[in-house]
């Protein structure tokens, strides 16, 4: 079983060798470990540390995309390359390396299909009073809104089996943690979460600049999932919402107008038949929005099957062009990729290992045939090989 350890880094050249140091060599289960550095277009000499470090693969972005492009094209790229498990961690070593054997277990085992390493938020000595409590609180609220429990939401240190991995699409620009949660309650995968103990923090976060702008963007994040998954859900309750405040107000007004008051509160009758018509719009609006996610449905089907098929062929070129293994101690640790995504240098380098074709026979001598015979299509298995002519 084979094990990537991707780590996502923009300008991590002061932490990324002490990472991929402490990301140990041997798992009960993994017969092979290798690492990912996903370059996020940095302007250090995060690569070359990372390459003198022991890197096994660099994948390098042209420009800089933000945490969630990078870990979506290390998820891709460690498909590809063949991973069975695929472990995500952070550049800056906020996580310990020794767990990820608490990580990748479950799933060796087969018990589970995301594991999450959840962080010992109520005895950190590195997070506020504050931040332990919106993190409580956020961890609770995705949890509602995926149906599983975790105990990390925010986490970033997780292991994802190949078929969990393979079913993962994050699209939102901000962070892949939330998303990648909902996602799999919504495909009922298996999610569990492991205790895990991180470093003393060596630098402060880059993902957000204060509380308030990290928690607008969670808000927005987790309603936007939402309601890609459960459209129909989320709009009836919103139309359902403006519909009883408008039947409420129109109810205030049917009260003064029976106690004889029929010349005012035309205001109040105005505003209830505002809400009673929006709330309806916003009904209408989940039933397309439900029409809609069936399309998405079918085309995350259809891409799922497009990455078991590349991942498939990548496998049998892996085969077809594998070299004799050089014995344990004329092994040594290097990188061996280095590529640019957008170019598609991956392809590039699957149509490298294949093996060169032999020339066919049949473009010497043509035998003749008789008129209406029959033309030999070893390639066809039908009739065993043969077919009539025209």
Do not use: C
């Not at 409590?133 to 609220?141: K, N």
């Not at 029409?291 to 990548?314: G, Y």
């Amino acid at each position: 079983m084979k094990l990537i350890v991707q780590i996502p880094a923009f300008n991590e050249e002061a932490t990324i060798a002490q990472t991929l140091r402490d990301i140990p060599k041997k798992i009960d289960g993994i017969s092979s470990i290798e690492t990912l550095v996903i370059d996020d277009g940095s302007t250090d000499n995060t690569v070359d540390v990372a390459r003198k470090a022991g890197a096994t693969h660099v994948v390098q972005l042209k420009t800089h995309r933000g945490l969630s492009s990078a870990f979506g094209a290390g998820i891709d790229a460690a498909l590809r390359l063949g991973a069975n498990v695929v472990v995500n961690t952070d550049a800056d070593n906020q996580y310990q390396g020794a767990h990820i054997a608490r990580l990748v277990a479950p799933i060796v085992r087969g018990s589970a299909e995301l594991e999450i390493g959840a962080r010992e938020v109520s005895k950190s000595p590195h997070m506020s009073p504050l931040k332990r409590m919106l993190q409580r609180l956020g961890s609770w609220t995705v949890g509602l809104a995926s149906g599983v429990r975790v105990g990390d939401a925010t986490s970033g240190f997780r292991a994802f089996s190949r078929e969990a991995a393979m079913q993962i699409n994050v699209f939102n620009p901000f962070t892949y943690t939330l998303e990648t949660i909902i996602q799999s309650g919504n495909r009922n995968l298996g999610v569990q979460s492991v205790t895990v103990r991180t470093n003393p923090p060596l630098r402060p976060s880059r993902l957000y600049r204060g509380i308030g702008t990290y928690l607008r963007k969670s808000i927005a994040t987790v309603f936007r999932i939402y309601t890609i998954y459960k459209p129909l859900k989320t709009f009836f309750l919103i139309g359902s919402l403006l519909i009883l405040a408008g039947a409420a107000i129109g109810a205030r007004f049917l009260w003064f107008f029976f106690q004889g008051d029929r010349g005012g509160h035309v205001q109040s009758l105005i505003l209830a038949a505002v809400f009673l018509i929006v709330g309806f719009q916003t009904m209408l609006i989940g039933l397309v929005a439900d029409l809609i996610s069936v399309n998405r449905r079918l085309s995350e089907e259809v891409l799922i099957r497009l990455k078991r098929m590349r991942s498939s062929e990548r496998v049998q070129t892996s085969f077809r062009g594998r070299q004799p293994q050089r014995p344990a101690e004329e092994k040594k640790q290097e990188t061996q990729w280095v590529w640019l995504l957008d170019e598609d240098k991956l392809d590039e380098a699957t149509a490298a290992a294949e093996p060169p074709q032999e020339p066919q026979q049949q473009q010497g001598r043509r035998r003749r045939r008789r008129r209406g015979g029959m033309q030999q299509h070893p390639e066809l298995p039908g009739n065993r090989g043969k077919h009539l002519n025209e």
